[in-house]
Structures are given as C-alpha cells and as structure tokens.
C-alpha cells in the first residue's frame, strides 16, 4: 500500500469512530451579540403561564433597552423603571423563541448573568408552542423568586416518567413527566449539590455554562460555574466539535428506560422568557415561603428599582448537531 492510502484507510478508521463515539457533534450555529435578532424572533403573546408580564414586540424592546446586543454579549431584560396602574397590563418584559428548531443535537448556553428580584421567573428551555406538551418540553435553566438552586425538568404527553434513583448529580424531586398529571410538575431535577446554579449566587459566580444534550436515548444537562476548573475544554473554548462523553456525570439525566423520548419529543425551538408572578412564581405559597414582601403582584406593580438586576446576559449560545 501507498503512505497515501495507508493514510486514507485511517481517516476513514478515524471518521467511522468519530461517527460511531455519539459524544461527538459538530458545531452548527454560534449566536452571539447581534445574532440573536436573526436567531431569535420576540412572541409578544399574552403569557401561558398566567404572569404579571406584558411581553412587547422586537421594535419595542429595542426602543425600550429591554434587549442590548453589543459584540460579545446580548442583554435580555424586563422594565425597572415603571410604577404599574393595578389594572393595567403587566410588567414590560421579554420572550424570544428561536427561528430554528432542533432534534437530536447540543446546546451550550454561555451566561454571565439571569434576572434576579422576588416575583421573578426565569427561563431557558425548548418545546413546540404548537404541539405542547406533545412534542416535549425541556427545562434547563428555571427558578423563581431567587431561590437557589436551579430545577431542570421535562414535560410531556401520557406514559413518560424517570426512574427516582439516577446516576447525576442533582437530586430527582418528581418522577412523572405527563403533563396532565400532578398539577404539570413534570418530571426533573433540583442542583441541589450546585448552591450557584441559579439567581444571585450564579451571578456572584460570575455566571457560567449549561449544556443540554438531547438523544433518543437520554437527555442529559450539565452545569458549570464560571469558576469551575473542571468545565471541559471544549465548551469553555467553544469548539468546532464537542464530545459529550468526555463531560462526565450530568447534572440532571433522563434516560429513555420508562419513556420512549424518540415519540415524546419532537422538533423544539429555544425559548428564553422572564415572567413576574403567575402559577409559580406567584403560587401564594411558593411566594411566601421564598421569604419575598408583601404579595407578588403587589411587589412586581409598585417596586420597579427591585428590577435592576432582573436581566440575561448572554455571551453565547452555541448548537452543534
Ligand atoms: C408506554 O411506554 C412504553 C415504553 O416506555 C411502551 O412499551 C408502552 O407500550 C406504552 N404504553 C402505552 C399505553 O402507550
């Protein structure tokens, strides 16, 4: 054999096992700054989740400041400056969903900030609006009124649940994914081994990295703190190519034993949305017991300087597929 085709015979060894390993993906969008308008359209719908918010349009936002890109970094956030008329609408915020919707691929979020404030309520996550909770809903950054840690959690349709002890670091808190059962709790996690996973405590940290993984056969989302030596190589430099098999135990892991994800989940888009109030965030006993003043509507109407901090600030979303 020629050095050419000995050479040729092992990028083919290599590619099949590049193929083969499934930890491996190839990078297929990089959004950062200004890319967010193109990646991102704004849904100024009414909220479903029944929130103190009036989610304005992408004009809108702009105009307002509620979103800011600038070259490294795209700020998303919710008025700080308005007294609110009780009957009026709610607090002007945002919500994007992405223009793109994915399957089997990897996502890595790179945050330097979420919005903070009692009465808040966060959200990264993916779903089809028009198929919910048919298609899936994963959640993979959510919390509200401050309270550490973050939850990750899956929604869906009929005959879907987690096995209660799993090999990942968070700690399972509810068991059944359907949707229809147990109020929509869902099925998921608490990073209750990872106090800066979420609110104040993730911004002091100077932010940091989550990364969903999602399969056939398992879901899988990892977090690192910004100040985590042990953040692999890969999502810390944003590498063309990532290996997933190299990120060791995830934080919150949903394997396919007792739900078949390929029938319950479809095409998602990306959606990130901060809301005020509503069936969680402003559950009279979630509120109360978070140790937020007053009542959560009451709160998020007559206390807009609370709100300074209630923003995202992204330096990147990367997908690879
Ligand atoms: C429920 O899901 C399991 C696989 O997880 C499948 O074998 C079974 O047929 C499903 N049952 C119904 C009623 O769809």
Redesign the pocket.
Not at 186 to 208: D, E, I, V
Not at 238 to 243: A, E, K, W
Not at 271 to 296: E, K, M, Q, R
Not at 303 to 317: D, E, M, V, W
């Given at each position: 054999m020629t050095p050419a085709l000995v050479g040729g015979i092992l990028t083919l060894v290599l590619l099949a096992k590049l193929a083969v390993a499934g930890g491996s993906y190839t990078l297929s969008d990089v959004i950062v700054g200004e890319d967010f308008y193109d990646a991102f359209n704004f849904e100024a719908i009414p909220d479903p989740t029944n929130g103190r918010v009036n989610y304005v349009d992408g004009a809108t936002a702009r105009r307002l400041g509620l979103t800011v890109a600038t070259a490294n970094s795209f700020i998303l956030r919710a008025d700080d400056t308005t007294v609110l008329s009780p009957t009026g609408p709610g607090r002007n915020s945002v919500r994007i969903r992405s223009n793109n919707e994915y399957t089997t691929h990897v996502a890595v979020f790179d945050m330097n900030h979420m919005p903070e404030g009692c009465g808040t309520w966060p959200a990264v996550w993916e779903t089809l609006e028009a198929d919910w909770p048919d298609s899936g809903e994963i959640d993979i950054v959510e919390g509200v009124n401050n309270m550490s840690p973050n939850q990750v959690h899956l929604h869906t349709g009929?005959?879907?649940s987690i096995p209660s002890n799993i090999n990942q670091l968070g700690k399972v808190l509810t068991t059944d994914c359907d949707a229809a059962a147990n109020y929509n709790s869902g099925c998921g996690s608490t990073l209750s081994y990872a106090p800066n996973s979420f609110g104040p405590a993730f911004n002091a940290a100077g932010g940091g990295w989550y990364a969903l993984e999602r399969t056939d056969d398992y879901i899988s989302v990892w977090f690192w703190d910004r100040n985590n030596w042990l953040t692999p190589l890969d999502v810390w430099l944003g590498s063309p190519i990532v290996d997933t098999s190299r990120w060791g135990t995830p934080a919150a892991y949903f394997p396919?034993?007792?739900?078949?994800l390929a029938?319950h989940f479809g095409p998602n888009n990306i959606i990130v949305d901060l809301t005020f109030c509503g069936d969680w965030a402003g559950n009279a006993a979630v509120y109360s017991s978070s140790g937020c003043p007053s009542t959560c509507v009451d709160y998020v109407n007559n206390n807009p300087q609370a709100f300074k901090n209630a923003y995202f600030q992204f330096a990147s979303i990367r997908i690879y597929e």
């Amino acid at each position: 054999m020629t050095p050419a085709l000995v050479g040729g015979i092992l990028t083919l060894v290599l590619l099949a096992k590049l193929a083969v390993a499934g930890g491996s993906y190839t990078l297929s969008d990089v959004i950062v700054g200004e890319d967010f308008y193109d990646a991102f359209n704004f849904e100024a719908i009414p909220d479903p989740t029944n929130g103190r918010v009036n989610y304005v349009d992408g004009a809108t936002a702009r105009r307002l400041g509620l979103t800011v890109a600038t070259a490294n970094s795209f700020i998303l956030r919710a008025d700080d400056t308005t007294v609110l008329s009780p009957t009026g609408p709610g607090r002007n915020s945002v919500r994007i969903r992405s223009n793109n919707e994915y399957t089997t691929h990897v996502a890595v979020f790179d945050m330097n900030h979420m919005p903070e404030g009692c009465g808040t309520w966060p959200a990264v996550w993916e779903t089809l609006e028009a198929d919910w909770p048919d298609s899936g809903e994963i959640d993979i950054v959510e919390g509200v009124n401050n309270m550490s840690p973050n939850q990750v959690h899956l929604h869906t349709g009929p005959n879907c649940s987690i096995p209660s002890n799993i090999n990942q670091l968070g700690k399972v808190l509810t068991t059944d994914c359907d949707a229809a059962a147990n109020y929509n709790s869902g099925c998921g996690s608490t990073l209750s081994y990872a106090p800066n996973s979420f609110g104040p405590a993730f911004n002091a940290a100077g932010g940091g990295w989550y990364a969903l993984e999602r399969t056939d056969d398992y879901i899988s989302v990892w977090f690192w703190d910004r100040n985590n030596w042990l953040t692999p190589l890969d999502v810390w430099l944003g590498s063309p190519i990532v290996d997933t098999s190299r990120w060791g135990t995830p934080a919150a892991y949903f394997p396919n034993t007792d739900c078949d994800l390929a029938t319950h989940f479809g095409p998602n888009n990306i959606i990130v949305d901060l809301t005020f109030c509503g069936d969680w965030a402003g559950n009279a006993a979630v509120y109360s017991s978070s140790g937020c003043p007053s009542t959560c509507v009451d709160y998020v109407n007559n206390n807009p300087q609370a709100f300074k901090n209630a923003y995202f600030q992204f330096a990147s979303i990367r997908i690879y597929e």
